[in-house]
């Protein structure tokens, strides 16, 4: 069996609306309007939500849904190549954009990098394919293995490593290899 993630999608509802087509691999979880959990039914075999009170129009009902993903490669939703490395500090370093990022242009003067504003449990490979060592910046007011908030951690050169962010609530990444 996989790892478990939760994902919450969104949807803009027409006056009382009360069925959802939401794509869900797994199972819907809690179904919230404004922030308030509502009484749902989930029909997995249509992959329809059906409300037990209609939604006002314009509003957003948001589902959280629970996916079982039999290895990483189902998990990974994105893949970037021949990214390049930007500015030396947080605030011009360029974006992890996804899952698996990999670094083919980097120098002295560009040679910075910043995780995305994440849930715990995310996890994003970063390649390093250059000469220059790279700094990985946390997302702004976090902090990654323990340096401190904002602080970096170098990727040595032509090398890799995974990052995880462990904890919302302190804004914590770790670092493996």
Known sequence: ???????????????????????????ILLVTIAGVSVPFTF?????????TTGADEGVYVEFTCAAQYDSFKDLVSSV??????????????APITAHV????????????????????????????STGQA??????????????????PSTLGTFSYSIYVKADDQLGFWIELL
């Open 43 to 51: 029909d997995k075999v249509r992959q329809v939500v059906t409300l």
């Open 134 to 151: 790279l700094d990985i910046y946390p997302p702004i007011g976090e902090q990654l293995n323990f340096n401190g908030n904002n602080v």
């Open 1 to 27: 069996m996989g790892q478990q993630v939760f994902k919450v999608q969104k949807y803009v509802s027409v006056d009382g609306q009360t069925e959802f087509r939401v794509p869900a691999s797994g199972s």
């Open 101 to 128: 990022f990999r670094v083919d242009d980097a120098g002295p003067t560009a040679k910075g990098l910043i995780l995305p504003v994440a849930e715990a449990g995310s996890i994003y490979i970063v390649r390093n």
């Open 80 to 93: 970037v190549y021949n990214a390049d490395a930007l500015g030396t500090t947080q605030a011009t370093a």
